[in-house]
């Protein structure tokens, strides 16, 4: 079973720094996706970011971007000039690539909190 | 392009009764997965639908159950609520599954009184 794991319940951040958040995660697939999710209290759940495992190249959009170690099984997520609208939820999450998964196994959650 | 769409936002139930929860997936989308949000447990997987057959189903018990019909809007159906079932319930959407990731409505606060 997929596991994944985020060691760091609560983070906070002064604007305009840069925060990383941390996951790791356990799989004995080679082929599979991560993913970062946000949720602000919305509670609408948002796509940060996407990483394929098959690219070596870590993922950008924006001021996010990854950290993607396979070997280490590790995949943190990087956000620079934290502006106050980062403050959320913020999800590390896993999905297989083969047949017969299709369900996202979820870390328990980062709660970045940005101040002014 | 319209997202997601989750009806109702919020829901009160006694003990005992059933819900069912709707979700509209966006346009095109054929995969509708369903997911328990607790702040105990966090994020759980239910099931996932795509083109009307469920294709996987989480360690839930036999009250929580779904379906998706032909336009691919899903429903899912708790029966029997427990105190327990108190959570938020998402639902996401994807064109098919896995790589594209999921797009995820605003979720539907049930609360088990």
């Known amino acids: 079973a997929q596991t994944v794991t985020q060691s760091q319940p609560e983070m906070s951040v002064q604007e305009a720094e840069t925060v990383t958040l941390s996951c790791t995660y356990d799989?004995?697939?080679?082929?599979?996706?991560l993913f970062w999710y946000k949720q602000p209290p919305s509670r609408q759940m948002i796509l940060v970011i996407r990483q394929e495992a098959y690219k070596q190249q870590n993922a950008t959009e924006n001021r996010f971007s990854v950290n993607f170690q396979k070997a280490a099984k590790s995949f943190s997520l990087k956000i620079s000039d934290s502006q106050l609208g980062d403050t959320a939820m913020y999800f590390c999450a896993f999905i297989n690539s083969g047949a017969g998964s299709y369900q996202l196994t979820f870390g328990k959650g980062t709660k970045l909190s940005v101040i002014p | 392009k319209a997202g997601v769409t989750q009806t109702p936002r919020y829901l009160i139930k006694t003990r005992g009764q059933q819900v069912t929860l709707s979700c509209s997936p966006i346009s095109g989308h054929r995969s509708v997965s369903w997911y328990q949000q607790t702040p105990g447990q966090g994020l759980q997987f239910l099931f996932e639908y795509f083109s009307e057959t469920q294709r996987n189903k989480g360690n839930f018990p036999g009250r929580f159950s779904g379906r998706q019909f032909s336009n691919s809007r899903s429903e899912m159906n708790v029966s029997t609520l427990e105190l327990g079932d108190s959570a938020l319930y998402l639902c996401?959407?994807?064109?098919?599954?896995?790589?594209?990731?999921?797009?995820f409505g605003s979720g539907t606060r049930l609360t088990v009184v």
């Open positions: 799989t004995s697939e080679n082929n599979y996706y």
């Open positions: 996401a959407s994807s064109l098919a599954g896995t790589e594209y990731g999921y797009t």
